[in-house]
């Protein structure tokens, strides 16, 4: 079964290909980056961006171990439409047709799970790892010889920051980390990284279109199946901030009014977890959203019947806006 698309809303659709090319290359390993990660990742946090995604291309990163899907790629996009292979460095594959150009960045570098963002049914490499890219590029390039690529990417690594910055403290730890394995950092890019930064905080001082992300609580009996399942999924999902508890008092994490009083939208798994929540603090219950899953105990740990479940369910109840 294909891949559901990612909501035509999040990114500029300029071809009848689009869909399919994004289908065909997240099916095969293939990561998102650029313009339309970027534009897809600011509009999913309801952020303005700064420009649209280029027209008539789509870049993607992909581990070198899986670099044998190329040919499948090659092959599918051929059979969709007249495309060529315009480059195979072993580093960049190009493939273009009149319609669309795909660019996949082969690399060798470690790419880790907490690099790879799920929107929808689609990967996209993080805000942390492209602008950690992106930065290495950026201070290559003479302003005064192309001032467009320049400014361009001066406003894309302040898109990235501001996705950076709803992570907090530790993604902007996972910055420097990064920014330090793939940037030499001489008094030149140590002094052009200062700067960025110092514009941003300019830019940030204007009016900006941001709605700040919501916590979220997740609650089951022990938390150690069903809640626990769900943090691990959406802890990296820019949406939200997200905690998990117990009612039971054995629980991994027990379920505390601080937790409650942290929480914006909670989410139980069934009924009686809403019910001990109006047993015991009652004042909280009254004010606070609780939206029930209606999963039992049925699950171990991280079961991928339980992921599907837990994602096809919450995400129903957040596109119909019960959060």
Not at 190 to 199: C, F, I, N, T, Y
Request: charged residues 30%.
């Amino acid at each position: 079964m294909p891949p559901r698309s990612i909501p035509k809303l999040l990114y500029s659709v300029y071809s009848m290909l689009d869909e399919k090319v994004l289908n065909i290359c997240n099916a095969h390993h293939c990561f998102l980056i650029g313009g339309t990660a970027l534009e897809i990742l600011m509009n999913f946090n309801n952020l303005k961006f700064n420009r649209k995604r280029s027209e008539n291309d789509f870049d993607f990163v992909m581990r070198i171990s899986n670099s044998p899907h190329l040919k499948v790629i090659d092959l599918e996009l051929c059979h969709l439409e007249d495309f060529t292979k315009t480059g195979d460095d072993r580093i960049m594959v190009n493939f273009n047709s009149d319609l669309v150009e795909v660019d996949i960045l082969v690399t060798a570098e470690k790419i880790e799970q907490q690099d790879i963002l799920s929107v929808g049914d689609y990967r996209i490499m993080s805000p942390v790892w492209m602008f950690a890219s992106k930065f290495s590029r950026y201070i290559s390039i003479d302003p005064r010889l192309n001032y467009d690529k320049f400014e361009r990417d001066r406003r894309d690594l302040f898109d990235l920051l501001t996705l950076i910055n709803l992570g907090g403290a530790e993604e902007l730890t996972r910055l420097e980390t990064k920014l330090g394995e793939a940037v030499v950092f001489d008094e030149d890019a140590e002094r052009k990284l200062q700067e960025l930064v110092a514009d941003y905080k300019n830019d940030v001082e204007k009016p900006r279109n941001h709605i700040s992300k919501k916590n979220l609580l997740f609650v089951c009996t022990n938390n150690k199946m069903r809640s626990a399942s769900a943090y691990e999924i959406y802890k990296y999902d820019l949406r939200f901030n997200v905690r998990s508890a117990g009612t039971d008092s054995g629980a991994a994490t027990v379920l505390t009014r601080d937790l409650l009083e942290w929480a914006d939208s909670i989410v139980v798994m069934e009924t009686h977890h809403r019910s001990s929540i109006r047993k015991l603090y009652p004042d909280l219950y009254k004010n606070k959203k609780i939206v029930c899953l209606y999963i039992p105990d049925d699950y171990e740990y991280m079961q991928p019947e339980l992921i599907s479940v837990l994602r096809n369910k919450f995400e129903d109840v957040y596109r119909r806006g019960l959060l």
